[in-house]
């Protein structure tokens, strides 16, 4: 496995959290309430070091992504081609790196709608990705859960 994310570094406890609860969240500095990600230790605009976390809708638009046609990690090798995008949060100033999940990796467009889902990783923790809006995204009981 190549470096599997720390279920219990500190600073992203509690969005691995989040995750578990299929939810998504975000850092929110508890003075001036700018919202920020990746997680930093103090807040870009006021400098504050008192941090709190915010659930993210789940849902945003894509902004920019890549097809990795060919992995040199071994971990990866096996499910080229796949999408790493950035996702525009809805309803936040923020945007956030994730696996796009999807059959057409070749005609994805900017702008489109992307609803997050969460898959269970071989290293203990759930990832959040992302899933084009027109695919059904794990039916009527809440977002698609299955294992990465
Ligand atoms: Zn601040």
């Known amino acids: 496995m190549v470096n599997p994310p720390n279920r219990h570094d500190p600073e992203l406890e509690p969005f691995w959290d989040g995750t578990e609860k299929d ?3 975000v850092q929110r500095c508890s003075a001036c309430g700018a919202v920020r990600w990746p997680p930093r230790p103090a807040c870009f605009r006021c400098g504050g070091l008192e941090v709190g976390w915010v ?5 945003g638009e ?7 046609a060919r992995s040199t990690l071994p971990d990866f090798a096996d499910q080229v081609p796949y999408v790493v995008g950035v996702v ?13 999940e999807t059959d057409d990796p070749w005609g994805l467009q ?3 709608p992307v609803t997050v889902a969460f898959r ?13 809006r027109a ?13 990465m």
């Open 62 to 68: 894509l902004y920019s992504w890549t097809v990795v």
């Open 110 to 112: 900017v702008g489109i």
């Open 88 to 100: 525009a949060l809805e309803g936040l100033p923020v945007r956030v790196i994730g696996r796009v």
């Open 120 to 132: 269970d990783h071989a290293s203990g923790v759930r990832l959040p990705v992302w899933l084009p």
């Open 55 to 59: 659930p993210a809708a789940g849902c």
């Open 23 to 25: 939810e998504l969240r």
């Open 135 to 147: 695919r059904p995204v794990g039916g009527a009981t809440g977002p698609e859960r299955r294992a």
